[in-house]
């Protein structure tokens, strides 16, 4: 059975947060820019996932997920929040794996930004990662599909047998 992690910024919303968290994580004390906006893909393929677990990946604060997610009408499985160290960083996988109790090689991430990316493999390369090409590209650090969308992400693995 596989599991899915989403990121919330940039594969459900349409914001790239990949400088803003570069800044932040080089020790700047900066605000994250915040949007309601929904990318069209994300809204087709969430009924496709739907019967799977989804665990929402976020590098706002609980109390912004929280908000985001009621005003969006999303409804995950699991919520991590920033709770201090967002991505690039392990603690959003650990903290994922500790409350969810997946097994890292059951977890498909759909993601759209090196950080992303980064993150997986910092915490277990075995995760894999799933680029879509929205604002970024990251291809360079090998993720597991590269997509032009969701829609032909869902696609591929399908065609790979890793999901229904």
């Known amino acids: ?3 899915f992690a989403v990121w919330l910024d940039g594969v459900i919303l349409k914001i790239d947060l990949t400088d803003s968290l570069y800044k ?3 020790g700047d004390k900066i605000s994250l820019p ?3 906006d929904i990318n069209d893909d994300w809204l087709k393929i969430y009924d496709q996932i739907r019967e799977v677990e989804l665990a929402i990946l976020s590098p706002y604060d609980e109390t912004t997920t929280k908000t985001i997610l009621e005003r969006i009408n999303l409804k995950p499985s699991y919520v991590i929040a920033n709770r201090g160290r967002t991505k690039p960083s392990k603690e959003p996988y650990r903290i994922l ?12 991430t759909l993601a759209s930004s090196p950080l992303d990316l980064l993150s ?3 915490f277990d390369s075995r995760i894999k990662v799933i680029c879509v090409k929205r604002y970024q590209d990251c291809s360079k650090y090998s993720p597991f599909l590269y997509s ?5 992400a869902i696609s591929s693995l399908k065609r790979l047998k890793v999901i229904r």
């Open 148 to 152: 032009a969308n969701l829609e032909d």
């Open 24 to 26: 932040i994580y080089k």
């Open 97 to 108: 794996i500790e409350v969810s109790r997946w097994d890292p090689l059951q977890i498909v």
């Open 1 to 3: 059975m596989v599991n």
């Open 34 to 36: 915040i949007t309601y």
């Open 120 to 122: 997986a493999r910092f």
